[in-house]
């Protein structure tokens, strides 16, 4: 039963990842459809998103007070007419057609500035005084006013495709009276998980079984990544069940697979797949955990089908090796079939609570907890018993990175983490 020998190609962390980021550019996105804007946030915009209309569509009023002629402030305290007042939404008629020197016309926030005036002076600057204003406090040409247009101007590129929208995206397309927006279908992403020992969480699982997280942690996060996953059924550790089961997984847009792609005698996922033509990019990457994540390609009908092979990942078992494989590797790639631009990993830098001592020669993602607000955030490594341990990784908010070559980090260092 034990695997034919396989060619090993095992890069640095930051080599596997621009072997995704590669393969994630050639891929393009599939099918569009259309939703609605109380729906679209996550998505990813199909279509640009224009301005219809200057933004803001006039000179807008950012405070409430009294819109003036700059010039008429140069001696203060000064006294100035009021000959109108102008709220948010005004009608045309109701707004003074010309400020003239010595006018001002009281103005709310939101309202548009009337012709003639180039600053509005705050409210609480001012005293009024029957149809009089004194104002105590000057202000430059243009202070406290966004002119027509600055924001974009009407037929400007708002959102282009390929951005996952976020909260702010939602109110610039709702600012464009977009009330429905084209979205990339979200792309099918079989899990398949892989081991004799690996039984659902419905059922009750026998002394020396072991119940299937991997396939929810993994569902979870593809959903967050912007894809639906299709969980299949656990496959045996053994060629032919396990053969079938990748090949179903090969009809989806992106196969996730756990398990069974170490060094053990069962470990069969790397030979069916090379039996079945597979193309690999790489077999292992320096880190922990996740050291045996494996990258490839494969159709279903053999090398010849190249042009229509599926991206796979083989993620390593280990529950917190699988999660951490996914956001550094699959998410790439799933991202890019799902249209969007694949997003760079985010690094923050903290300072370090307490003293890390490591090997060298892997780069490390340890599961961290990040505390302390403002100016006294830190980080410190969860205690752990490895990439198996789920409920230390629950208990983490964050990795903390280390790099291959760091064996000391003293406590006080600013080292970077990623968000969890
Ligand atoms: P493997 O990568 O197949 O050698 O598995 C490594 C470790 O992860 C073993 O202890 C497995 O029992 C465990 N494991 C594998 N798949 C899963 C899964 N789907 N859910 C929870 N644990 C798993
Ligand atoms: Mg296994």
Redesign the pocket.
């Given at each position: 039963m034990s695997a034919p020998p396989l060619n090993s190609i095992v890069l640095s962390f930051e080599d596997a990842r621009r072997v995704v980021e590669e393969q994630a550019a050639l891929v393009s996105a599939g099918a569009v459809e259309s939703v609605d804007l109380l729906a679209a946030a996550g998505r990813v915009l199909a279509e640009p998103v224009l301005a219809d209309r200057d933004l803001p569509p006039f000179p807008r009023s950012t405070r409430d007070g009294y819109a003036v002629r700059s010039t008429d402030l140069s001696q203060l305290p000064t006294t100035l007419d009021v000959i109108g007042e102008i709220k948010a939404g005004a009608n045309l008629e109701q707004i003074p057609p010309n400020v003239g020197t010595g006018q001002t016309v009281s103005i709310m926030t939101g309202a548009p500035v009337p012709a003639g005036a180039d600053a509005v002076v705050m409210v609480e600057y001012t005293s009024l005084r029957g149809k009089q204003v004194e104002v105590t406090r000057s202000v430059v040409p243009g202070e406290n006013i966004v002119p027509r247009g600055a924001e974009a101007r009407e037929g400007a590129l708002l959102l282009d495709r390929g951005v996952g929208l976020n909260v702010a995206d939602i109110a610039l397309a709702a600012s464009a009276g977009k009330s429905r927006l084209q979205v990339y279908k979200r792309p099918r992403v079989a899990v398949l998980?892989?081991?004799d020992?690996?039984v659902d969480i419905d059922a009750k699982p026998g002394p020396t079984q072991?119940?299937?997280?991997?396939?929810?942690?993994l569902a979870a996060q593809i959903q967050h990544a912007g894809g639906e996953p299709v969980l299949l059924p656990?496959a045996p550790?053994e060629l032919q069940g396990l053969r079938h089961l990748i090949e179903e997984g090969l009809k989806f847009d992106l196969l996730l697979m756990?398990?069974?792609?170490?060094m053990?005698r069962?470990?069969l996922v790397e030979q069916v797949l090379s039996e079945m033509g597979a193309k690999f990019f790489f077999t292992g990457a320096k880190l922990q955990p996740g050291r045996?994540v494996v990258f490839g390609q494969c159709s279903v009908g053999g090398p010849a089908r190249e042009r229509l092979a599926t991206y796979f990942f083989g993620?390593?078992?280990?529950?917190v090796?699988?999660m951490v494989t996914f956001e550094l590797f699959a998410r790439p790639m799933l991202e890019a079939l799902s249209g969007k631009v694949p997003s760079k990993l985010i690094f923050l830098h903290v300072r370090l609570k307490k003293e890390i001592r490591i090997k060298t020669g892997l780069t490390r993602f340890l599961p961290a907890v990040l505390s302390g607000e403002f100016e006294h955030s830190e980080v410190e490594l969860v205690t752990w018993q490895g990439?198996?341990d789920?409920a230390a990784t629950a208990r983490a908010n964050c990795y903390a990175v280390i790099p291959p070559n760091r064996e000391n980090i003293p406590a006080g260092e600013w080292i970077p983490v990623m968000l969890l």
């Open positions: 998980t892989t081991g020992e690996i072991i119940r299937n997280s991997n396939s929810y942690s656990v550790d756990t398990g069974g792609v170490s053990g069962y470990d045996p993620l390593p078992g280990n529950p090796s699988t990439s198996g789920v």
